[in-house]
């Protein structure tokens, strides 16, 4: 029996600080590099406003992600209502510095003015070297320029769960909202000490990777593994390509996890794998949203990526799921990589 997707759940939100964001962000990653196609800045900007148009007001960032900000700010500053466009960016520290008063106002000023806003709404921080304790001093700055308003919420990105609880023990209740971390259905690493973490300090995760660079989809089901070298392949699906193949488990295990996701998406009108792999991420509790790459310019999922909001996994469809999970070493991984983020250390 084909079940109707929901008329009535239009969008999901969720609270983050003061605001009330979608389930779904548009992540810019993809601005970074050509590799993933290129576009001329004023059609980007036109697309980041059909994007919004259709309800995707949240957009994702970094620093470190080509124009991305820039683009960013120049659309948002355009835009009727700029208030209703909510915007996500990242401070990265991948090498050694003395993490100053100076320097990390100036990160954030750097933000502030390519964004063209007054502040930033949420500023992510990501910390490559654990050794380095800087990172709480760096915390404790930002903490500092939220009480002066040069920024609203602050969020983590790709810390463990470990370094996740020093940091909320040391700042107190409520000053780190979030935690930007891979999770999907072939990396689950977040089910475990991440979730209970989350829990315990009110942090929601922001999750990328979540339908593993579009491999989580219709396109690949049936198709033979593909060469990481051929040429064809993005620099995220060389990623999880190899996530799959050589951590998770087997190409073959994988076009059977992609069957049965599709014999799950055939019983709700007008679903995709991707639906259900993006609603299954969602579903977790601890989940705030799911980032979704948009290959602005490009290409355009805002329809497809809509449906996720129409329909809920029920108990039958998570055990036919987790039938295939479990034979995988989904489980294991934790181990086998390391806590969420350890694969960028």
Same mark, same amino acid.
């Given at each position: 029996?084909?079940?109707?997707? +929901? ?7 969720? #609270?983050?600080?003061? @605001?009330? *964001? ?23 900007? #036109?697309?980041?406003a059909s994007y919004a148009? /259709? =309800? ?8 470190? @992600? ?24 990242? !401070? ?13 106002? =100036? ?6 003015? %390519? ?6 709404? *949420?500023?992510?921080?990501? !910390? ?5 304790? =800087? ?7 930002? +903490?500092?320029?939220?009480?002066? $308003? ?12 470990? #370094?996740? /609880? ?55 089901? &049936? ?5 990481? @070298? ?17 951590? !998770? ?5 994988f076009q059977s996890l *992609? ?8 019983? @709700?009108? $007008? ?7 993006? %609603? !299954? ?15 602005? &310019? ?14 809920? *996994? ?14 995988? /070493? $989904? ?15």
């Amino acid at each position: 029996m084909i079940m109707p997707a +929901s008329s009535v759940l239009k969008e999901e939100t969720f #609270r983050l600080g003061d @605001y009330e *964001l979608p389930r779904l962000f548009n992540g810019l990653w993809q601005l970074s590099s050509n590799s993933w196609g290129s576009a001329p800045a004023v059609k980007i900007r #036109r697309q980041m406003a059909s994007y919004a148009e /259709n =309800g995707y007001t949240a957009f994702d960032m970094a620093d470190h @992600y080509g124009p991305a900000e820039t683009l960013f700010g120049e659309f948002r500053q355009k835009w009727s209502e700029p208030e209703e466009i909510f915007g996500a960016t990242k !401070w990265c520290v991948f090498r050694k510095v003395e993490p100053t008063r100076a320097l990390v106002e =100036g990160a954030v000023d750097e933000r502030i003015e %390519r964004m063209k806003a007054q502040r930033v709404d *949420l500023l992510q921080f990501h !910390w490559q070297d654990y050794e380095d304790p =800087g990172y709480l001093t760096a915390l404790h700055h930002l +903490s500092d320029l939220r009480q002066e $308003g040069k920024i609203s919420l602050i969020g983590l990105c790709n810390f463990d769960t470990a #370094r996740m /609880n020093e940091i909320c023990e040391e700042l107190g209740p409520g000053v780190v909202v979030s935690n930007q971390v891979q999770f999907s259905l072939v990396d689950i690493r977040p089910l475990y000490a991440m979730a209970e973490a989350c829990h315990k300090h009110n942090v929601k995760l922001l999750t990328y990777g979540s339908v593993c660079g579009g491999f989580l989809s219709d396109t690949w089901m &049936g198709k033979a593994e593909p060469d990481p @070298y051929s040429g064809d392949l993005t620099p995220s699906q060389r990623k999880y390509l190899d996530m799959i193949v050589k951590a !998770w488990g087997s190409w073959t295990l994988f076009q059977s996890l *992609l069957s049965v996701l599709r014999s799950v998406a055939d019983k @709700y009108e $007008g679903m995709s794998i991707a639906n259900v792999a993006t %609603r !299954w991420v969602l579903d977790h509790d601890f989940v705030g949203a799911v980032i979704i790459g948009a290959r602005m &310019g490009v290409s355009e999922h805002t329809d497809d990526n809509r449906k996720v909001y129409g329909f809920r *996994l029920s108990a039958e469809d998570r055990e036919a799921i987790n039938a295939v999970l479990v034979q995988s /070493n $989904g489980p294991h991984l934790i181990r086998t990589i390391g806590d969420c983020g350890a694969e960028y250390r």
